[in-house]
């Protein structure tokens, strides 16, 4: 695999597919590269997230703006199976380097291109983030209390979300390939992707039962036994009682009378919610997770990040694969759900492969010697 991203969306892509077997070379312009290695926070010299996402790939230099790195780019294309890129839509025709002309090269290749609003339309040239694509998506729409601004989410859900679809859609190519015989491309967009992520609460839209406003309905904060919590210790908890069986199990647990009404959308949440609240103050965090081991009420602990590592489930599934990076510290890789053995250590290097990459693909000493004297490769 060929990937000529930068940042999350592709990497993560990259990385959820090296976990399934892949072997991923990273392909950077001899400039920044990707710029994501030069980020806070630092660790071994490079961006802690980027060590987490390039793991067990290897870095290639070539400048694909100069026409020698353009044929060495040509050499190397049928060797690989997939080829993914997040550039903006265009960037790689005005290379000369489109789908249509690869595929002349690498019939075989799945082309995979991710962008914020897709190849098309009248946003596909749109520079934007994360936040952009949740906005457009309508997923903001939907996300906090009805009296406060739409908020901002702790996760990059459309960079994620594109980066599984990306996922999706080359391992369905790489299937289709073994009977066609030939690759595809794949337009992913990463507002559609998230969009998604948000269907229960779009699919109210246009129900003319439906008066929900956002945060009201059942699964985005509108009732009591579906909320978090602050608990005595200044820590939180989430509740989703969801179902009688586990609001009846919270409520006899803590003594109270459990009441359907509780379980449903309506003005009188408001009642429902202080009571919580003024219950949950009464116990600790862990307290509350020591009434979750013996009330089945779908109760837990909201964990802190520096929590994870050591919590009991994680360590059970073997979640975590902790390098260390000397007096900088250590940083725990959490393997992807389809990958049984992580990956551990530095991500490499910008260049680090170059010669290797190349030289596997074809090119004699000589032409690599080449590439390097004419700064067409690094």
Known sequence: MLDLTRLLPGPFASRVLLDLGADVDKLEDPHAGDYMRIMPPQIGGMNALFHALARGTRSVILDLKKSEGRDAFLRMLPHYDVLIESFRPGVMERLGLSYAELSKVAPRLVYCAISGYGQTGPLANRAGHDLNYLARAGVLGVTGPSDHAPQVPGTHAADISGGLFSV??????????????????????????????????????????????????????????????????????????????????????????????????????????????????????????????????????????????????????????????????????PRTPTGANGIVGKAPAHGEHTREVLRESGLSNADIDALFARHAAR
């Open 168 to 333: 999706t859609g080359i391992l369905a190519a790489l299937f289709a390939r073994t009977t066609t015989g030939r690759g595809r491309f794949i337009d992913i967009s990463m507002s559609e992707s998230v969009m998604q992520l948000a269907l229960v609460g779009l699919m109210s839209n246009g129900v003319k039962s439906s008066h929900e406003g956002r945060g009201e309905g059942l699964l985005t904060g509108g009732i009591a036994p579906y909320n978090t919590y602050a608990t005595k210790d200044g820590g939180f908890v989430a509740l989703a009682a969801l179902e009688p069986k586990f609001w009846n199990a919270f409520c006899e647990g803590v003594g109270i009378e459990p009441s359907l009404e509780a379980l449903a959308v309506g003005p009188h949440q408001a009642t429902w919610k202080e009571k919580l609240a003024t219950i949950f103050l009464a116990r600790t965090r862990d307290e509350w997770a020591s009434f979750a081991t013996t009330h089945d009420c779908c109760l837990e602990p909201v964990l802190m990040r520096e929590e994870l590592v050591a919590d009991p489930q994680h360590e059970a599934r073997a979640l975590f694969h902790v390098a260390s990076f000397g007096d900088e510290g250590s940083l725990a890789y």
